[in-house]
């Protein structure tokens, strides 16, 4: 019979051996994995990043850290990870700039698809357009208005190249009206002037268009998806407004360094749609007015390919350039 100490001994094995399985099958050792973040703490990939990496480290067994490296619009960060040793552990959770940067920045410190590997695409939040009540009731009073006052009226961004900016920008090719860009350096000083009227619309995502507009100071004007949204049902489209083709979601995917073994990004893949899939991180992507995406890593390979087609083209007609 097995003594007191054997057993013991040999249910402290199996507790090692059961955490230790999980990482061994996809390849890597015991040391922490760590989530670049390019961007700021707080902000939606930030968010998304955290999730996932709570829940791969409790899966796993294994600390999975977020590490927030901003600057130079995701850059920095993002060319870290290019620059790491393809071994699985060292991740970035990026957005959709990614595939903007390409068209922005002449000297790029990285290649969007050959310097890295996709993993999953986790979620995306669609943008909505929103306006001080004295650049229109609507969208159609909106565009009525611009048209009738070329380059008079004025929008707002956090920011050249950020999404905001290139969202507004191809609404404009779209609808050939001048208004002329503000750009600041985050969000909420652009919030804070277009609640004061000092400039008249920008998009932004719809979970902050909705708290915007709760006390009527900013109006909603549309939605930039192709169907209206359960945060804001009484909301038309932008196609429903007049104006087909502006579709603006940003997106949050994982990706890994190429030449990382494809059994770690095959297990990675598995474990993060098994995480999206959870109802506690369903309700906290969509307290953020974000959906979870997950799905194969083909997904975010061709979601990436197709933006940096339509994002370059967008660029270009707008003769944008960061550096």
């Not at 480290?57 to 294994?62: H, L, S, V």
């Not at 380059?151 to 779209?174: C, D, I």
């Amino acid at each position: 019979m097995m003594g007191n100490l054997s057993r013991r001994r040999f249910g402290a094995s199996v507790v090692a051996v059961a955490l230790a399985g999980p990482a061994r099958a996809q390849g890597l050792s015991r040391r922490p994995v760590t989530v670049v973040v390019p961007y700021s703490a707080g902000s939606p990939p930030d968010i998304v990043a955290r999730l996932v990496a709570e829940e791969l480290q409790r899966r796993w067994g294994q600390p999975f850290v977020a590490d927030n490296r901003p600057g130079a619009s995701g850059n920095i960060g993002t060319a870290m990870v290019a620059r790491a040793a393809p071994d699985g552990h060292t991740l970035v959770v990026t957005a959709g700039t990614m595939a903007m940067n390409v068209s922005l920045f002449r000297n790029l410190p990285y290649d969007p698809v050959t310097s890295f590997a996709p993993i999953a695409l986790l979620a995306q939040v669609p943008f909505a357009i929103i306006a001080h009540p004295s650049a229109g009731a609507s969208l159609q009073e909106f565009l009525e208005n611009a048209r009738r006052h070329p380059g008079r009226l004025n929008y707002g961004s956090p920011g050249v190249g950020t999404p905001h900016h290139l969202a507004m920008e191809m609404f404009k090719q779209r609808t050939a009206i001048q208004v002329e860009h503000v750009p600041y350096r985050a969000v909420a000083g652009a919030v804070a002037d277009l609640l004061a009227g000092n400039i008249g619309v920008m998009f932004i995502p719809i979970t902050t268009a909705v708290e915007l507009a709760r006390d009527g100071r900013v109006r909603i004007l549309a939605v930039a998806t192709e169907a209206r949204l359960p945060q804001a049902p009484d909301v038309p489209t932008v196609a429903e407004a007049g104006v087909p083709g502006v579709v603006m979601r940003d997106w949050y995917g994982l990706f890994a360094p190429a030449g990382t073994p494809p059994e770690i990004l095959r297990r990675l893949n598995e474990s993060v749609n098994e995480v999206l899939t959870t109802a506690e991180v369903a309700q906290a992507l969509t307290a953020q007015g974000m959906t979870a995406i997950g799905g194969p890593p083909e997904r975010l390979r061709d979601r990436l390919a197709a933006d940096l087609l339509f994002w370059a083209a967008v660029i270009r007609e707008a003769g944008i350039t960061v550096d």
